[in-house]
């Protein structure tokens, strides 16, 4: 394969947010492009003007820029084949469609949708599926059956009409794809896909097929749902009689529920996000937040992204933008639909987060103590991330995780504290009071801590619960021997001593 011919592009429709699916495939082009050294080319395909969103154009930009995988050409980034959008190409569709009708590759159809909804009422009727086909078309109102002169006179008077393109029945159509290999596809199982609509606008079909040659794409990755149109698309390129690019169809995303492909249209009923950054819903005040905005980061939701489907053929799972595309091939691309699991996802993101995101964590931290006037060392911070980190799988949980290493708690765990409110309670923390006052502080260190308290309390199990909810506020949390020496003498008394007192409010 020759590395300075290698042309993809991503083309997604304006009509909403980029989700999952969508930008993985954008994912693969890149790494594949970039692992041959090619040209990675972003269009933007327009000709559904009924479900076309505004801030789409915007949003798949921002994704791409997001994810670090920007194009090498095409929309917002420019380049030789201008322009990159399908709406503003009709003057070029134009030109091949005519060229179709003086091959006999294509022909006008003057069926209105009442005719047609009519035939498929009949079909159904009869147990049958209508299809605009070979066997069909000859009896339906088309240019195939009628005179010039006739044709010539239906256009001219200004009748609605769609061009469709004419398949060639049987034929064993042969196809390879690049993931799923050879397929053969029966013509006579085809019908006459519309490539112009009426009211003047190209297909994704035509404009797809058009623009792919004349931007010399050699290789069209795409989703799944794009294998049926496989056979359209490689009949058209022969009736143009242009090079068939490669191909090859990404298998699909699925719910880990068993519930269907993940899609925008089920959005809704998942638990789990989607969408790669924010969507702010048109005309509305609702905002959908992405992995963006939830606290990922961009490099492990491409990392999480890229073996969603794909296998790198060795053990690891954590790899930078460079040894994805050097080890990236489309031969280990799975065939098989692909469970999208988001603990996965949470995982890549701990990963990250201990092993390249430490200081990103100082400083949301430095600044969470700022804003209440806390001064702590740069040392004791430190230590403080290294004991809860692994704890954590964003940015914003290390302070639920660490704020008693700062603050007094707020609150104690309601279930626990109003059991204990009783004088035994009282009375174990004012021994543990003692108990503390008179270790030295030099002594007072967790492994001295943990003799002094496991062997001279006889209900430790107790006590150690009573310390931990002084200390904490909650049941849980890092080793309880290892908070009193980070918290002090000092601070470790007058915790324990501000429960006691609470409790003895409580009663």
């Known amino acids: 394969m020759s590395r300075d011919f290698v042309r993809v592009r991503f083309a997604p429709s304006p009509t909403g947010p980029l989700h999952l699916g969508g930008i993985r495939t954008a994912l693969y082009n890149y790494l594949f492009a970039k692992k041959h ?4 080319i972003l269009r933007i395909e327009d000709t559904d003007k009924k479900r076309f969103v505004s801030n789409s154009e915007l949003y798949i930009l921002e994704t791409l820029k997001w994810c670090q995988i920007e194009p090498d050409e095409g929309v917002g980034y420019g ?39 009519k035939k498929r009422k009949e079909y159904s009727n009869r147990g049958l599926t209508f299809s605009y086909n070979s066997k069909n078309r000859i009896t339906l109102n088309n240019s195939l059956t009628m005179t010039r002169e006739e044709l010539h006179t239906k256009l001219k008077s200004c009748y609605s009409y769609v061009i469709r393109f004419k398949i060639k029945p049987g034929e064993k159509l042969k196809m390879h794809d690049l993931i799923r290999g050879n397929i053969i596809v029966d013509t006579d199982h085809l019908d006459d896909k519309v490539l112009l609509k009426s009211d003047g606008v190209a297909t994704y079909h035509l404009a797809n097929t058009i623009d792919d040659h004349l931007m010399k794409i050699t290789h069209v990755l795409r989703g799944e749902e794009w294998l049926p149109s496989m056979s359209l698309h490689i009949l058209l390129y022969r009736a143009f009689g242009w090079n068939i690019p490669y191909f090859a169809h990404l ?7 068993g ?29 959908i937040p992405g992995y963006r905005e939830l606290g990922y980061f961009p490099e492990a939701f491409v990392n999480m992204l890229a073996l969603l489907g794909w296998n790198p053929g060795i053990k690891r799972e954590i790899f930078s933008m460079k040894e994805l595309i050097h080890l990236f091939s489309l031969e280990r ?20 987060l201990i092993n390249e995101k430490k200081k ?39 302070w639920e995780h660490s704020f008693y290493f700062f603050i007094y708690p707020d609150s104690y765990e309601a279930n626990f504290f109003n059991k204990i409110c009783n004088r035994n309670t009282v009375y174990q923390l004012e021994k543990a009071i003692v108990l503390l006052s008179d ?47 980070m918290l002090g003498k000092e601070e470790s008394i007058r915790r324990i001593k501000k429960l006691r007192s609470n409790i003895k409010e409580k009663i």
């Not at 990159?84 to 022909?107: M, P, T, V």
């Not at 298998?251 to 529920?257: D, Y």
């Not at 925008?264 to 509305?284: T, Y």
């Not at 469970?339 to 949470?346: E, S, T, V």
């Open 360 to 398: 990103e964590v100082f400083t949301f931290l430095c600044e969470k103590l700022r804003k209440r006037s806390i001064d702590i060392g740069k040392d004791y911070l430190w230590k403080v991330i290294h004991l809860t980190i692994d704890r954590i799988h964003f940015i914003h949980e290390i």
């Open 251 to 257: 298998p699909l995303i699925l719910n880990k529920n």
């Open 439 to 485: 270790t030295a502080s030099p002594l007072f260190t967790s492994v001295n801590l943990k003799s002094l308290l496991t062997e001279t309390i006889k209900e430790k199990k107790i006590i150690l619960k009573l310390l931990r909810l002084a200390l904490v506020g909650i049941l849980i949390g890092i080793d309880l021997f290892i908070i009193l020496e």
């Open 259 to 287: 519930k269907g492909k993940i899609s925008k249209r089920n959005a809704d009923g998942l638990d789990f996000p989607i969408f790669p950054i924010q969507w702010e819903v048109p005309d509305s005040h609702i905002i």
């Open 37 to 40: 050294g090619g040209t990675f």
């Open 79 to 117: 380049g030789p084949h201008f322009p990159y959008y399908q709406s503003k190409r009709w003057n070029i569709y134009r030109i091949y469609i005519n060229k179709l009708l003086e091959k006999g590759y294509a022909y006008y159809a003057f069926d209105t949708d009442k005719d047609l909804d």
């Open 333 to 352: 691309i799975k065939k098989s639909s692909i469970y999208f699991d988001i603990k996965k996802a949470n995982w890549f993101n701990k990963k990250y």
